[in-house]
């Protein structure tokens, strides 16, 4: 019963990845009729404005991860959840109400501020969820949104222009409403002093009674969490996991001085921080916003919107297998094999597409190998480090920084993609993107540590050099 609790309360909070999801395609419906003269808004958008549309929700992103990442220690993570849930109803409102370029592109802009809900909800569910279904719960949020793809190149190939609009909007709106009936994190209500309430979420989570050692045991593993013991010697983990130490007069320090004091949380914030690039870096996000282009370019005699609804599925079920696998094959093996797997997909579609060595199925097979490879891999396991990595007193600071440079490096990416194919085409993007996918399979050889089914208290001395691991 308790896991079922928490599979739901992780279930509600995705349901706004799903709504994201939907946004963060909606313009690959429509690039291509904004720009003809019979587009439905007041007057074809120009060359800059398309690029605009692809990539300015980016900004609205960095805007609102960077308020979440400091809101989320002061409201907490469902409060949080419920803004970002109300800004994401705000922007299909504005759709729905005008025609302008200018007014669609600012309702874009806007929507970016509900993509915050990637950074709550890896934090929510990392908090909630127990250790042996955490890859799985935390991967779910990467699943909801590859499933509001699906739908919005469904629902956008199959309806009208308004109705879109207003189906959007209708499940936007009741995904919100779900949001109200969240139970808080224990980790937060730990945080901000209410003992007793973080005993009955841990107790609501666990199906358990308050009174239960279980309770107990995990109220003091976050009060141990939330106060490291620290001297300047040693990082803030080797001092505070090391159960043969003295017991010291714990030192409560700021978040700079904590960074500053800790080398493996130093170390596991620069393995994220690669990570994350490496996801933008092999090249998914791209494609996505473009996949009418590609296809056009690649099948050209195949109805683009049948195919991009194929991409989106797989997109959605790989996603569910890599969650899956996160608990089973082990986060650094899935992200390496899949990081080659993808790099390898890539070189076949570059060469395929600039040289056109084979038959068109080659390209049809290898257009969908991609996403499963870079899903399972590049697509989930940097975003279940980003929830399991970092200890509470700094995690999410941590992560919103995390997340803030996600943000930017896809506004950057995307904003220029347009340009960059139109200059050297899909073939020699794709060596790009293999590029990217094998320097992050060596990196992940050398530098990701296992996480799998360990603890956060267990993770941080991964990320310490050996000489300190055992240091006194």
Aim: hydrophobic share 50%; proline share 3%; glycine share 8%.
């Amino acid at each position: 019963m308790g896991l079922l609790l928490q599979v739901v309360c992780t279930g509600i909070i995705c349901s706004m990845g799903i709504n994201t999801g939907m946004i963060f395609a909606w313009p690959a419906s429509t690039i291509t009729m904004f720009q003809t003269e019979n587009t439905t808004l007041d007057r074809p958008m120009t060359d800059t404005e398309i690029s605009l549309l692809g990539s300015i929700s980016s900004i609205g992103g960095l805007v609102s991860t960077l308020i979440a990442g400091f809101m989320l220690d002061r409201l907490g993570r469902k409060k949080c959840s419920i803004i970002t849930g109300l800004s994401l109803v705000i922007f299909w409102s504005i759709l729905a109400i005008t025609r302008k370029v200018e007014l669609v592109l600012l309702s874009v802009l806007f929507s970016g501020t509900g993509s915050s809900i990637f950074l709550i909800s890896t934090v929510y569910v990392g908090e909630i969820s127990q250790e042996s279904v955490r890859g799985v719960m935390t991967a779910a949020s990467v699943v909801s949104s590859g499933l509001g793809m699906l739908l919005s190149y469904l629902l956008g190939g199959s309806l009208e222009y308004d109705v879109m609009i207003y189906v959007g909007l209708s499940m936007t709106t009741s995904a919100a409403c779900l949001l109200f009936f969240l139970k808080e994190s224990p980790t937060f209500l730990m945080k901000i002093g209410q003992e007793k309430e973080a005993a009955e979420a841990i107790a609501f989570f666990r199906s358990l009674k308050i009174s239960d050692q279980e309770v107990i045991d995990e109220i003091n593993l976050i009060k141990r969490a939330l106060n490291p013991d620290l001297e300047d010697e040693l990082s803030p983990e080797a001092e505070k996991l090391n159960a043969k130490c003295k017991a010291k007069p714990v030192e409560k320090l700021s978040f700079w001085e904590f960074i500053k004091k800790s080398r493996s949380t130093r170390r596991a914030f620069y393995v994220s921080i690669f990570m994350v690039t490496a996801s933008i870096f092999q090249g998914l996000i791209m494609v996505q916003i473009y996949i009418e282009s590609l296809f056009t370019e690649a099948l050209p005699m195949v109805p683009t919107t049948l195919f991009s609804v194929m991409f989106a599925g797989v997109i959605v079920i790989s996603g569910s297998v890599g969650a899956y696998l996160t608990d089973v094959a082990g986060r650094r093996a899935l992200m390496m094999y899949a990081s080659l797997g993808t790099g390898i997909s890539c070189l076949v579609l570059g060469s395929q597409m600039q040289s056109h060595w084979g038959p068109s199925w080659i390209t049809g097979v290898f257009l969908y190998v991609f996403p499963v490879m870079y899903t399972v891999g590049a697509g989930t396991v940097p975003f279940v480090l980003l929830g399991e990595l970092f200890l509470p007193e700094v995690k999410s600071i941590v992560s919103m920084v995390i997340v803030e440079w996600t943000w930017f490096l896809d506004f950057l990416s995307l904003f220029i993609f347009n340009s960059l194919l139109k200059y050297l085409g899909w073939g020699a993007v794709f060596y790009i993107f293999a590029a990217g996918s094998f320097i992050t399979t060596v990196f992940c050889y050398f530098f990701l540590p296992e996480t799998k089914g360990l603890t956060v208290e267990e993770i941080q001395p991964l990320f310490m050099k050996k000489k300190h691991r055992n240091q006194c």
